[in-house]
């Protein structure tokens, strides 16, 4: 029996076997690149952390294994042994922390990603994740600190829809290398890194660094971004100052 093509009938099951060939050959599409779109922004991740750390890269290849080189452990700050120390992780444990849905936990119940990178001169750094909002989108980063927990070494942030020549300008390296060499410890106390406009003074008595011109609003993202996301690791920031300090003194003694 041969269906009428001009039938309402013929053309639902036309229309509706078209739907479904379309649909497999998407899956199927999305399927196959999958891995390899997970693993291009997983490059991306890597690119950024190694970016704060001032280690450079040249192609995707490079990226990998530069990282697996520099990085050498995954931490999360907030899983403690009895001693207080953190907890051996497995590979991957803090790089796969979504951000994103982490910040939207309270303060206490967030998890808290670092990565311990080894540089070649010997010294350690410390790399800790950010997230936070600016104008028009999210805005994130890494800062990496050196190995007495307290001063900053590098930082990258990057942005999803800042506008060009303003807000975008947070990924510009003349922004991002303003903070090298701040403090987040003073005194004793944890005072995070402010961006504050020029001229003027943070509130916190901390480390500051001028905030982009025409870009208040981006400014003041990262500035609460850096707060929000840095403070609640003062705990353990504070632990690794306090032993930099005593192994400092104990040399001096030993010294004289």
């Known amino acids: 029996m041969t269906m009428n ?4 009938i013929y053309q639902i099951v036309y229309s509706s076997i078209l739907v479904v060939l379309v649909g497999a050959v998407l899956a199927v599409i999305y399927m196959t690149l999958k891995p390899m779109q997970d693993e291009n922004i997983a490059n991306d991740k890597r690119k950024q952390i190694l970016s704060a750390l001032h280690v450079t890269c040249d192609n995707d290849a490079d990226v990998k294994e530069k990282y697996e080189k520099y990085i050498v452990a995954d931490i999360l700050a907030d899983e403690t042994d009895e001693a207080g120390h953190p907890k051996a ?8 922390v979504d951000m994103a849905a982490n910040m939207k936990l309270e303060a206490d119940k967030r998890k808290l990603p670092m990565f311990e990178a080894k540089m070649d001169d ?4 410390y790399v800790i994740p950010v997230y936070g909002a600016g104008l028009w989108g999210p805005i994130w980063g890494y800062v990496a600190l050196n190995d007495d927990g307290n001063t900053v070494y590098g930082t990258n942030f990057s942005h999803q829809g800042e506008t060009p020549g ?3 300008r947070i990924t510009e390296q003349e922004f991002q290398d303003k ?3 701040k403090q987040l410890i ?7 890194v402010e961006v504050v406009k020029k001229g003027q003074k943070p509130s916190n008595g901390g480390d500051y660094v001028d905030a982009i011109t025409g870009a208040t609003i981006t400014s003041r993202g990262v500035s609460d971004m850096l707060a929000k996301c840095l403070e609640p690791y003062k705990k353990f920031l504070g632990g690794i100052s306090e032993e930099k300090t005593t192994e400092s003194t104990n040399k001096d003694v030993k010294e004289e």
Request: no cysteine; charged share 30%; glycine share 18%.
């Open 179 to 181: 903070f090298n060499g």
């Open 5 to 8: 093509k001009n039938s309402n």
């Open 186 to 192: 003073k005194e004793g106390a944890f005072k995070s």
């Open 166 to 168: 303003l807000g975008a």
């Open 89 to 96: 992780q497995e590979r991957g444990a803090a790089f796969d």
């Open 122 to 125: 010997g010294t350690t750094k």
